[in-house]
């Protein structure tokens, strides 16, 4: 018998998951975030307020609901290896926030340590979902949309743009100079001429947006198309390769890295460009609902709608991410990830 066949079949060699049949396996991380979340919810419920504060009996009910699910996710998603692989890794993080919303609990709504209405506890937040969630789905809605198509126009400009000055020495000759007098120039130090130049805010919102995206598209796809190999010229040449060919299929496809880093740099620009272009003018949007509630001294709507932008711009990142996967899918067999 060889000796990796011996190493194999010995049982005191094998890791404990190896050993424990898959139905007697427990995640623990998920138990210690279930003990986190019942304890906030114990607090919630047990410790009186300091104050009037609603909705501490629903807040509590949700803690104590999520505490269950994690509970029996603890016991049961080992059994699941599809569910088990994607959240095995969440553990810290759920412990993390549950220990994080008992002191918020604690400090804000219990004690009063921090001075209001700067600060609001988590009932707060809650209440503010609760009243206001047909405000925050339609601005979130028009912030979606808003930043969508400035941030498509800027890539598709910036990629273009990119890719022009990349391979071509004319418009190298005169794309070089703009990109270095507009590169360090904020988007928003272009709100005012854009105000004035265009015919709404909405508009002149979706410009700013796509200058604040456009611009590090442009740059990294530049660089990416500069920087790619000559022998990759040269044997795409050699095979009769035209010139429309070694733009197409041999360039963009070597400049896509570069691309991606430019689209990442491109969303967090147009990000702060869109809170504060809905501040300028625009009827609906999660930058003016900000505005909105900072005015009226509505914290606690301020801090909801902040959360709902948080997941907005998450959602959005992830999805970028999801779409570079797909499309350098070639470099997992060059790259480790």
């Given at each position: 018998m060889s000796t990796t066949s011996t190493i194999d079949q010995t049982p005191g060699l094998l890791s404990g998951a190896e050993r424990t049949p898959a139905s007697f396996r427990l995640w623990t991380g998920g138990l210690l975030a279930a003990v986190s979340w019942a304890v906030a919810a114990l607090i919630t419920t047990?410790?009186?307020?300091?104050?009037?504060?609603?909705?501490?009996?629903?807040?509590?009910?949700?803690?104590?609901?999520?505490?269950?699910?994690?509970?029996?996710a603890g016991l049961f998603a080992p059994r699941v290896p599809v569910v088990f692989d994607r959240i095995?890794?969440?553990?810290?993080?759920?412990?993390?926030?549950?220990?994080?919303?008992?002191?918020?609990?604690?400090?804000?709504?219990?004690?009063?340590?921090?001075?209001?209405?700067?600060?609001?506890?988590?009932q707060e937040i809650l209440e503010v979902y609760g009243d206001e969630w047909q405000k925050l789905a339609d601005c979130t809605f028009h912030s979606v949309l808003l930043l969508s198509t400035g941030y498509l126009i800027g890539a598709f400009a910036g990629f273009t743009t990119?890719?022009?000055?990349?391979?071509?020495?004319?418009?190298?000759?005169?794309?070089?100079?703009?990109?270095?007098?507009?590169?360090?120039?904020?988007?928003?130090?272009?709100?005012?001429?854009?105000?004035?130049?265009?015919?709404?805010?909405?508009?002149?919102?979706?410009?700013?947006?796509?200058?604040?995206?456009?611009?590090?598209?442009?740059?990294?796809t530049w660089s990416g198309v500069s920087s790619v190999s000559s022998s990759y010229y040269d044997i795409a040449r050699t095979l009769g390769a035209s010139q429309r060919?070694?733009?197409?299929?041999?360039?963009?496809?070597?400049?896509?890295?570069?691309?991606?880093?430019?689209?990442?740099?491109?969303?967090?620009?147009?990000?702060?460009?869109?809170?504060?272009?809905?501040?300028?003018?625009?009827?609906?949007?999660?930058?003016?609902?900000?505005?909105?509630?900072?005015?009226?001294?509505?914290?606690?709507?301020?801090?909801?709608?902040?959360?709902?932008?948080?997941?907005m711009c998450s959602g959005l990142v992830t999805l970028l991410f999801k779409v570079r996967d797909h499309l350098l899918a070639w470099q997992k067999g060059l790259l480790r990830w």
């Open positions: 047990l410790i009186p307020d300091g104050d009037d504060w609603g909705h501490t009996q629903e807040l509590s009910q949700i803690l104590g609901g999520i505490a269950a699910v994690l509970a029996l095995r890794t969440l553990g810290p993080w759920l412990v993390a926030i549950g220990l994080v919303l008992s002191g918020w609990e604690i400090i804000t709504a219990k004690l009063g340590w921090l001075p209001r209405p700067f600060f609001v506890p988590p990119g890719v022009a000055v990349g391979w071509s020495r004319a418009a190298a000759y005169w794309g070089h100079p703009l990109l270095r007098f507009i590169g360090p120039l904020p988007a928003t130090a272009w709100l005012p001429i854009a105000f004035f130049i265009f015919p709404s805010s909405w508009s002149a919102s979706v410009f700013l947006i796509a200058l604040a995206t456009a611009v590090p598209v442009a740059i990294l060919f070694l733009v197409l299929k041999v360039a963009i496809p070597a400049a896509m890295p570069s691309v991606f880093v430019g689209l990442f740099m491109g969303m967090s620009s147009s990000f702060a460009v869109l809170v504060v272009a809905e501040m300028m003018g625009v009827k609906s949007g999660l930058g003016w609902y900000l505005q909105w509630a900072q005015g009226w001294a509505a914290y606690g709507n301020m801090y909801a709608a902040l959360v709902v932008m948080a997941l």
